[in-house]
Nanobody, 123 residues
Framework: HVQLVESGGGSVQAGGSLRLSCRAS????????MGWFRQAPGKAREGVVTIGKDGSETYADSVKGRFTVSKDNAKNILYLQMDSLKPEDTGMYYC??????????????????WGQGTQVTVS
């Protein structure tokens, strides 16, 4: 079993920055593929970025060049640095985790473990 706890959300003006964190605990093998997803009010949840244990990263086109994912493997903490934020980045941001297999760590809706989310509001 894996527990994911997000933090770092908040309110920021357009053009500003935020850094989200996701602390993972439990079976480390089940966190070898991790990602960030978001859901805006009235919209479906969408993938933002994933990162695999091999260092592979997959970004949604909407955040490329503005968001950067990283992971502290020693502490098992996932980060999302968000720069040049736009109002359309507003939403609840969720951390997700899964085991890793070759070619299977990418933005997809069926991650096994999910956090409770942290709210990001850009005005």
């Amino acid at each position: 079993h894996v527990q994911l706890v997000e933090s770092g959300g908040g309110s920021v003006q357009a053009g500003g920055s935020l850094r989200l964190s996701c602390r993972a605990s439990g079976n480390r093998y089940s966190t070898d593929c991790m990602g960030w997803f978001r859901q805006a009010p009235g919209k479906a949840r969408e993938g933002v970025v994933t990162i695999g244990k091999d260092g592979s990263e997959t970004y949604a086109d909407s955040v490329k060049g503005r968001f950067t994912v990283s992971k502290d493997n020693a502490k098992n903490i996932l980060y999302l640095q968000m720069d040049s934020l736009k109002p359309e980045d507003t939403g609840m941001y969720y951390c997700a985790a899964d085991g890793w297999t070759v070619g299977h760590c990418y933005i997809r809706p069926d991650f096994n473990y999910w956090g409770q989310g942290t709210q990001v509001t850009v005005s």
